[in-house]
């Protein structure tokens, strides 16, 4: 992406951990923990009830019967842009805290899972997760079969993610490589590369629509594990860096569990396979800190940073 305000990135990996990352000027929507994030309990479930396992409805058994089974539905039928994104589940010690969104990047022959930093590492609110996981498709003629993928984020003590800073301070954007082993030989997913990213600042202006694909607070299409897309435009001048950050602003409606999800813009290449252009990586919704609640509505706004980051991030 050129750009003649010059964004400088440096690189820093999940060991070099040095305190929050920067809070913007507007106060975001929620509590301290960015909102995007769906918590949950870090609790053992309650414990089962055998008797009531063997109990079984008469007539939940006569419609159980009468269901037919669901057709397998082929790769070749879903847009490949659904298949780019996955939930990125946090946990610690085995049980689970948050759930957010990712995408896959690849670079040259390396891939990486992308998220927002704060859904790997928060110090501020003390979300410290060990690893995180996703699910991957295995099957491109049934994408309702899909595979359970651990990614660890510690090795020896050391973080394994990668994240960013600029001359504005922390970028809220983080890249975990995936190593080839850890996924099955048959995994069945898309992933943007440099190819997707802009070569000119001229191709996206204030107003313009664009698309956030994830998993708002956890929803999806949980037969086939693809995620849904949210329509945005973009609020901000694209390019110049919101209140010198390394961030734009889209106005549309976002929801917990979105952080880390691709913001995209058609591409006018209808013949590339992944048609799509990756402008930013959704990080979290903003409000104005003196908002009257009884009287105002909220903002509606969201940061994004610019996924040029990309770049230096998985160099």
């Given at each position: ?73 082929d ?25 957010a ?70 970028v ?7 190593e ?129 980051i990309?770049?230096?991030l998985?160099?």
């Amino acid at each position: 992406m050129s750009d003649s305000r010059e964004r400088r990135h440096w690189l820093r990996t999940g060991s070099d951990l040095a305190g929050p990352r920067p809070q913007p000027q507007l106060g975001q929507e929620g509590s301290a923990q960015d909102a995007d994030i769906e918590q949950r309990p870090n609790q053992l479930p309650p414990a089962a009830d055998p008797a009531a396992a063997m109990r079984v409805d008469p007539a939940a058994r006569r419609g159980a019967a009468a269901r037919q089974p669901v057709p397998a539905l082929d790769v070749a039928r879903v847009e490949p842009l659904l298949l780019t994104t996955v939930q990125v589940t946090t946990l610690l010690g085995g049980f689970v805290l948050t759930r957010a969104s990712g995408f896959f990047f690849r670079r040259d022959a390396r891939l990486f899972l992308v998220t927002s930093r704060h859904v790997l590492f928060d110090a501020d609110t003390s979300h410290l997760p060990d690893e995180v996981e996703i699910d991957v498709h295995t099957a491109a003629a049934d994408l309702a079969r899909s595979a359970t993928v651990r990614l660890p984020l510690y090795a020896d003590g050391r973080g394994l993610w990668r994240q960013g800073e600029d001359s504005g301070g922390d970028v809220d954007v983080a890249v975990l490589e995936i190593e080839r082993g850890r996924l099955p030989q048959s995994a069945v997913l898309q992933a943007f590369g440099p190819e997707h990213l802009l070569s000119s600042l001229s191709a996206a202006e204030v107003g313009l629509p664009v698309l956030l694909v994830g998993f708002p607070l956890g929803f999806h299409d949980t037969l086939h594990h693809l995620p849904v897309a949210r329509h945005a435009i973009i609020a901000s001048s694209f390019g110049l860096r919101f209140q010198g950050q390394g961030c734009f602003l889209t106005d549309g409606r976002a929801h917990r569990g979105s952080s880390g999800a691709p913001v995209v813009l058609r591409s006018t290449d209808k013949a590339a396979a992944l048609p799509w252009k990756l402008l930013g990586v959704h990080s979290s919704r903003f409000d104005m800190g003196g908002r009257d609640l009884a009287q105002d509505e909220s903002l509606g706004l969201n940061g994004a940073w610019y996924a040029d980051i990309l770049m230096t991030l998985t160099g």
